[in-house]
Nanobody, 125 residues
Framework: QVQLVESGGGEAQAGGSLRLSCSPSGRTYMAWFRQTPGKERTFVAGITWSSDITSYADSVKGRFTVSRDNEKNTVYLQMDSLKPEDTAIYYC??????????????????????WGRGTQVTVSS
């Protein structure tokens, strides 16, 4: 297992933007999850190693963009049009088990073998 490191979290106003980074990404399927107190960790976005397939939770589709730079071993989550309900701790995750992303399996935290410690994102209204 590899310890992933997230960065880029912080505070933003509603309608604003933040960009999260995560490294090292490795030659694996990468995803972002988020979690609020008392709730389960939920899938936000994911991307294949070749970047040919990206997936998003319905709640962020059209506002968030996941990308990766394999030369820099870094995955990004560009978050635009932020809403207060986006406030959460955001986690980066890597899965060596996912080769072909399936819309169900990519949303299951147990499919991921490496995690970061999370970065706080707070959106004020």
């Amino acid at each position: 297992q590899v310890q992933l490191v997230e960065s880029g979290g912080g505070e933003a106003q509603a309608g604003g933007s933040l960009r999260l980074s995560c490294s090292p990404s490795g030659r694996t399927y990468m995803a972002w999850f988020r979690q609020t107190p008392g709730k389960e960790r939920t899938f936000v976005a994911g991307i294949t190693w070749s970047s040919d397939i990206t997936s998003y939770a319905d709640s962020v589709k059209g506002r968030f963009t996941v990308s990766r730079d394999n030369e820099k071993n870094t995955v990004y989550l560009q978050m635009d049009s932020l809403k207060p309900e986006d406030t959460a701790i955001y986690y980066c995750a890597a899965s060596s088990a996912i080769s072909v992303p399936h819309r169900v399996s990519i949303r299951v935290p147990k499919m991921y073998t490496s995690w970061g410690r999370g970065t706080q994102v707070t959106v004020s209204s």
